[in-house]
């Protein structure tokens, strides 16, 4: 059953989700230390996560003039909708034309290989069925 559909978001507004996500509730003077350099102004952070409010990813607590933001979508639901856009959309669908893709790309040794599928079967104990199937199948489903 796939997950949440969520709106696209920008490699700014993916920075800014990543900061809330690692450091908790924050003041957007708080949030732009913590971005890459060049770090943008803290108006255009401030809008931003404005932005971000209005699809819905980043709340906030009022205190007087100033607010405290927080993320709405845990970093797991939104890491699990983006791995299935990058699946469906350059691998289509397939979880193993992806490690293979890794593995050629990072020329990845056997040993590698090996711990990458140990670690992929010992991470879908809902699914015990997957850990089983060979790692070339592409009949592997979108995590």
Same mark, same amino acid.
């Given at each position: 059953?796939? +997950?949440?559909?969520?709106?696209? !978001? &920008?490699?700014?507004?993916?920075?800014?989700?990543? #900061?809330?996500?690692? *450091? %908790?509730?924050?003041?957007?003077? /708080?949030?732009?230390?913590? !971005?890459?350099?060049?770090?943008? @102004?803290? &108006?255009? #952070?401030? &809008?931003?996560?404005?932005?971000? =409010?209005?699809? +819905?990813? #980043?709340? *906030?607590?009022?205190? %007087?003039?100033?607010?405290?933001?927080?993320?709405? #979508? @845990?970093?797991?639901?939104?890491?699990?909708?983006?791995? %299935?856009? $990058?699946?469906?959309?350059?691998? +289509? +669908?397939?979880?193993?034309?992806?490690?293979?893709?890794? @593995?050629?790309?990072?020329? $990845?040794?056997?040993?590698? !290989?090996?711990? !990458? $599928?140990? *670690?992929?079967?010992?991470?879908?104990?809902?699914?015990?069925? /997957?850990?089983? @199937?060979?790692? =070339?199948? /592409?009949? /592997?489903?979108?995590?």
């Amino acid at each position: 059953m796939p +997950g949440p559909a969520f709106p696209e !978001l &920008t490699r700014a507004e993916e920075q800014v989700m990543q #900061v809330l996500w690692q *450091h %908790g509730p924050a003041f957007v003077k /708080d949030v732009v230390p913590q !971005l890459p350099e060049p770090r943008p @102004a803290v &108006t255009t #952070v401030s &809008t931003i996560i404005r932005i971000l =409010a209005q699809k +819905g990813f #980043v709340g *906030h607590e009022a205190f %007087g003039r100033t607010h405290r933001y927080h993320a709405l #979508v @845990a970093r797991d639901e939104y890491r699990r909708f983006s791995l %299935g856009k $990058l699946l469906g959309g350059y691998f +289509g +669908g397939s979880f193993s034309r992806l490690v293979s893709f890794f @593995a050629q790309e990072e020329n $990845l040794d056997a040993a590698q !290989l090996e711990e !990458l $599928l140990r *670690h992929a079967q010992t991470s879908t104990p809902n699914n015990p069925s /997957d850990a089983d @199937a060979p790692a =070339a199948s /592409d009949h /592997d489903q979108p995590a």
